[in-house]
């Protein structure tokens, strides 16, 4: 195992970087949709 060295940069990263972006597209639509939600019930004086 001690024979192996890491190459920096040489992994493929591709699934991770698909995830990410995934993740941080849903947080900002969920983030939009509170908001959306907060200024509607400010609006309506619920």
């Keep these: 195992m001690a024979d192996k060295e890491h190459k920096h940069g040489t992994m493929d990263i591709s699934e991770q ?4 972006a ?5 947080t900002i ?3 939009a949709i ?7 019930l400010a609006l309506t004086n619920a």
């Design 17 to 20: 970087e698909k995830t990410f």
């Design 22 to 26: 995934g993740f941080i597209r849903w």
């Design 29 to 31: 639509w969920g983030a």
């Design 34 to 40: 509170s908001i959306g939600v907060l200024i509607f």
